[in-house]
T-cell receptor, first 115, second 113 residues
Framework: GAGVSQTPSNKVTEKGKYVELRCDPI?????LYWYRQSLGQGPEFLIY????????DSGLPNDRFFAVRPEGSVSTLKIQRTERGDSAVYLC?????????????FGQGTRLTVV | DQQVKQNSPSLSVQEGRISILNCDYT??????FLWYKKYPAEGPTFLISISSIKDKNEDGRFTVFLNKSAKHLSLHIVPSQPGDSAVYFCAATLTSGTYKYIFGTGTRLKVLA
């Protein structure tokens, strides 16, 4: 597909479990972002990758959250010991590079529900 | 603290009239601003952007105005169409950084036919 793809689209997990959320960016896009959107809020920045490296992880809420992008394309957001407060829509976005006039393209998101 | 604010959670406009969505920011270092539109169960889609060196950018029915002294931007849609009904997010970023976006809480626009 031509757009950013996120899987799964919905994930229900029990409190305390581990989850992985996957993002397939647009081919050739070097910049990749993860955001989290809670109900009634705008998306909140979590982490930014330029290529394979996490250039900015200042938005990760705590050490239960981790993300990787080992080959500079697909990225996985990993959440350990999930809590009910982690329930949100997790959005992935990519852009050709981080820069002016290169707006980010968002995927449809993964809705995570922790019960 | 909310660095980007959209104080109107919702707005209803008659089809054919102008829609004006407002956004305020507190960080004077922000130098690039964007508007995204979001339909239910979809990701945000880019609409229009503006650099801080400009005060207006126009793209078809959509115009964004930036008032740096007031730290305020607005999105004008004219004429409004029922398909414009969506949630609109304002976002700001620093071009000297990682281009992470700081989003507002969104305004739900409903265009009445």
């Amino acid at each position: 597909g031509a757009g950013v793809s996120q899987t799964p689209s919905n994930k229900v997990t029990e409190k305390g479990k581990y989850v992985e959320l996957r993002c397939d960016p647009i081919s050739g896009h070097t910049a990749l972002y993860w955001y989290r959107q809670s109900l009634g809020q705008g998306p909140e920045f979590l982490i930014y990758f330029q290529g394979t490296g996490a250039a900015d992880d200042s938005g990760l809420p705590n050490d239960r959250f981790f993300a990787v992008r080992p080959e500079g394309s697909v990225s996985t957001l990993k959440i350990q010991r999930t809590e009910r407060g982690d329930s949100a829509v997790y959005l992935c976005a990519s852009s050709p590079q981080a820069g002016v006039n290169t707006e980010a393209f968002f995927g449809q998101g993964t809705r995570l529900t922790v019960v | 603290d909310q660095q980007v604010k959209q104080n109107s959670p919702s707005l209803s406009v008659q089809e054919g009239r102008i829609s004006i969505l407002n956004c305020d920011y507190t960080n004077s270092m922000f130098d690039y601003f964007l508007w995204y539109k979001k339909y239910p169960a979809e990701g945000p889609t880019f609409l229009i952007s503006i650099s801080s060196i400009k005060d207006k950018n126009e793209d078809g029915r959509f115009t964004v105005f930036l008032n740096k002294s007031a730290k305020h931007l607005s999105l004008h849609i004219v004429p409004s169409q029922p398909g414009d009904s969506a949630v609109y997010f304002c976002a700001a970023t620093l071009t000297s950084g990682t281009y992470k976006y700081i989003f507002g809480t969104g305004t739900r626009l409903k265009v009445l036919a």
